[in-house]
């Protein structure tokens, strides 16, 4: 039994020893991999300072040749946006104006209505009147041009002989009289 202890022993120092061996080595390699990244990081570091204003300076190219070719797309597609927006308002305006000029109307024969029920004649009636009223006075005119002046020497004579006058049958129908109406109507068209 001595000697299984001593090989035992053997083994676990030779094990003892093969492992930290195969530490060292792994430390080893993990250490080179770790020197390699930091390497590869401060390369790259560098290469991108050097290159990095050139790269910079075609990126700015690059942009300015993208940006000139969007605005003259966009140029193109303004006006027809514009033409788009232009049409859309001038519909805009058209259908307000329709709507404005119904509101109007509406209101104009509200108005008129009120103004019938409370009696105010309207513009077509005053003008009827006015005709009437020019037309009644041509016809006087016409008629008794001369007649009037008679009548005042005929209120200037004697009782007796005005009372004569009044004797004596009326040949003349008396002349119509415009209603009380139109006569206010007409006063105020003069004023």
């Known amino acids: 039994m001595a000697k299984f202890k001593k090989t035992a022993s053997k083994k676990s120092t030779a094990k003892a020893a093969g492992s930290q061996a195969e530490a060292e080595r792994l430390s080893k390699s993990l250490s080179e991999s770790a020197q390699q990244i930091w390497l590869a990081g401060v390369g790259a ?62 209101f104009e024969d509200r108005v008129q209505r009120a103004l019938v029920k409370l009696g105010v004649p309207s513009r077509e009636d005053l003008a009827d009147l006015s005709d009437r009223v020019e037309a009644l006075t041509a016809e006087l005119r016409r008629q008794g041009g001369a007649k009037p002046a008679a009548a005042r020497k005929t209120a200037t004579k004697k009782p007796v002989k005005a009372a004569k006058a009044a004797k004596a049958p009326a040949t003349r129908k008396p002349a119509k009289r415009a209603p009380r109406k139109a006569k206010v109507v007409a006063e105020s068209q003069d004023a």
């Open 45 to 106: 570091f560098s290469r991108a300072q050097a290159e990095g204003t050139k790269l910079f300076e075609g990126l700015v190219k690059e942009g300015m040749g993208l940006e000139q070719t969007m605005r003259k797309f966009a140029g193109g597609r303004a006006e027809v946006v514009r033409d788009a927006v232009e049409n859309r308002v001038g519909q805009a305006r058209e259908r307000a104006t329709d709507t404005w000029d119904k509101l109007e109307k509406v």
